[in-house]
């Protein structure tokens, strides 16, 4: 049983930087592929990006490529994405994931409780 805390939502202006933190209990966290997620009001939930278990690999939905970028600390458990440039059309709330096996954008194991970020123009 894995449990996934998101923080670091907020509000921010258009054009701003905002970075998210997924704490993850267990000493397992390694062996998972984390991602984010996003959904907005009356819309599907989204990908956002991914990383694999050493870090070494990284995928991006085209809409945040070269603005967010998805990182993690296996010593700390801690998966995060820093996310710069910020549009109204990223307000969302933003889901903490992870897969432990097969594909992420297919199969989640546990998800996080989400965090809201709001982006005014």
């Known amino acids: 049983q894995m449990q996934l805390v998101e923080s670091g939502g907020g509000l921010v202006q258009a054009g701003g930087s905002l970075r998210l933190s997924c704490a993850a209990s267990?000493?397992?966290?390694?062996?998972?592929?984390m991602g984010w997620f996003r959904q907005a009001p009356g819309k599907e939930r989204e990908f956002v990006a991914a990383?694999?278990?050493?870090?070494?690999?990284?995928t991006y939905a085209d809409s945040v490529k070269g603005r967010f970028t998805i990182s993690r600390d296996n010593a700390k458990n801690t998966v995060y994405l820093q996310m710069n440039s910020l549009k109204p059309e990223d307000t969302a709330v933003y889901y903490c994931?992870?897969?432990?096996?097969?594909?992420?954008?297919?199969?989640?194991?546990?998800w996080g409780q989400g965090t809201q970020v709001t982006v005014s123009s």
């Open positions: 994931a992870a897969a432990g096996a097969g594909v992420i954008t297919k199969k989640v194991d546990y």
């Open positions: 267990g000493s397992t966290f390694p062996s998972y592929v």
């Open positions: 990383i694999n278990r050493s870090g070494s690999s990284r």
